[in-house]
């Protein structure tokens, strides 16, 4: 059984920085892809980056990658994500995803991802 953890959430001041971790147990996680995803109230769920375990490859919706930053420790079957200079916008419910094998499907990497965490809040105030 697979199972994903993703923790870190907290109420930060606008200009912070957090990062958020996620472990996932249960499949072999060096060649696993893991995502980090995002949702506002009343808004669909967004991409934020993904990265390869395999390779160390890494993915970013365009602009992401200049404030948020993935990153993996293949010992510990986490990923993480660092996000500083955080804004009100970045509130929201963020979510790590899993799955076996390479990220980029289909020509995205943000698709097809079966197993995922329950959430952690992240509320930015200014």
């Known amino acids: 059984q697979v199972e994903v953890e993703d923790r870190g959430g907290a109420s930060v001041q606008a200009g912070g920085s957090l990062r958020l971790s996620c472990v996932v147990r249960?499949?072999?996680?060096?060649?696993?892809?893991v995502g980090w995803f995002r949702q506002a109230p009343g808004k669909e769920r967004e991409a934020i980056a993904g990265?390869?375990?395999?390779?160390?490859?890494?993915y970013y919706t365009d602009g992401a990658n200049r404030r948020f930053t993935i990153s993996q420790d293949n010992p510990a079957n986490k990923v993480y994500l660092q996000m500083n200079s955080l804004e009100s916008g970045d509130t929201a419910m963020y979510y790590c995803?899993?799955?076996?094998?390479?990220?980029?499907?289909?020509?995205?990497?943000?698709?097809?991802?079966?197993?995922w965490g329950q959430g952690t809040q992240v509320t930015v105030s200014s």
């Open positions: 995803a899993a799955r076996i094998g390479a990220c980029w499907r289909r020509g995205r990497w943000d698709v097809e991802y079966p197993y």
């Open positions: 249960g499949l072999t996680f060096m060649g696993s892809c």
């Open positions: 990265i390869y375990t395999g390779t160390d490859s890494t």
